[in-house]
């Protein structure tokens, strides 16, 4: 069940479904996850700060059930932050990206939980 939201004071990239289905594979090949479970958001135009400058700037969350070591989200935050910056022009210095591990018993799915 991964998730990655994007919180972006950036405007959408010309084509942001094609942005937000490129994401959806990347996770899935990532994590080793079926990419039917993959969902992703994009919330741009978003009123942000970041070191006290209101240039564009990211705040990215990725939620999987399941474990990420450091290796991975290494991987992942640069694979992302590059991603990010050539669809929404936000420099890899001004994006945030947090990585949370899901409990199974704690994400809700189809009127069940995964656990």
């Known amino acids: ?4 939201r994007i919180v972006s004071s950036a405007d959408p990239p ?3 479904d094609s942005l937000l289905r490129d994401l959806s594979a990347l996770l899935a090949r990532e994590l080793g996850k079926p ?12 009123r942000m700060t970041f070191g006290g400058s209101d240039e564009p700037s990211c ?19 640069g694979v992302l932050a590059e991603r990010l910056t ?9 994006i945030y990206i947090e990585f949370a591990d899901a409990k199974p018993h704690m994400w809700g799915y189809d009127g069940d ?3």
């Open 59 to 77: 705040y990215v969350e990725v939620k999987n059930v399941g474990t990420f070591t450091a290796a991975k989200t290494a991987l992942v935050s």
């Open 1 to 4: 069940m991964p998730l990655i």
């Open 14 to 16: 010309p084509a942001p």
């Open 86 to 94: 050539a669809a929404l022009g936000v420099p890899g210095n001004r």
């Open 35 to 46: 990419e039917s479970y993959v969902m992703t958001c994009l919330e741009p135009r978003a």
């Open 113 to 115: 939980t995964f656990a």
